[in-house]
C-alpha cells in the first residue's frame, strides 16, 4: 500500500486549504485513513481519522474548522482545514489503518504565516 499527499503550502491567517490523499495498493477494508500533524520535537499528533464505515475522530483543536471525508471508490482521504491559524503549521501526514497495520504518507508541509 502507498499513500500519496498533496495540498499543502503557505496560506494566511484565517484562510483555507484541502488536503487530498490516494491510497494505492492492494487495500482491504474496514479500515481507518486520517491525517496527522508533526512540528519539530514533538510527536506524531492525531488531526482527524474517518473509518471506512462513516464514522469520523477529530482532535479538539481542530472541531468546527477542519472537515475530513473520504471517496471510498477512489480511496481518497480528504482534509478541508478553514480558519487556519498559526497553530495548525505542522507537516500532515496521511494515513491508512487496518488490520493492525499502519502505512504513512510522505508528509505535506502548511505554513500559516502573514
Known amino acids: 500500500v502507498q499513500l500519496q499527499a498533496s495540498g499543502g503550502g503557505l496560506v494566511q491567517p484565517g484562510g483555507s486549504l484541502r488536503l487530498p490523499c490516494v491510497a494505492s495498493g492492494r487495500i482491504s477494508s474496514p479500515n481507518f485513513m486520517g491525517w496527522y500533524c508533526q512540528v519539530p520535537a514533538n510527536q506524531r499528533e492525531l488531526v482527524a481519522r474517518m473509518h471506512s464505515g462513516g464514522l469520523t475522530n477529530y482532535a479538539s483543536s481542530v472541531k468546527g474548522r477542519f472537515t475530513i471525508s473520504r471517496d471510498n471508490a477512489k480511496n481518497t482521504v480528504y482534509l478541508q482545514m478553514n480558519r487556519l491559524t498559526p497553530e495548525d503549521t505542522a507537516v500532515y501526514f496521511c494515513?491508512?489503518?487496518?488490520?493492525?497495520?499502519?502505512?504513512w504518507g510522505q508528509g505535506t508541509q502548511v505554513t500559516v504565516s502573514s
Open positions: 494515513s491508512l489503518y487496518n488490520g493492525g497495520t499502519a502505512t
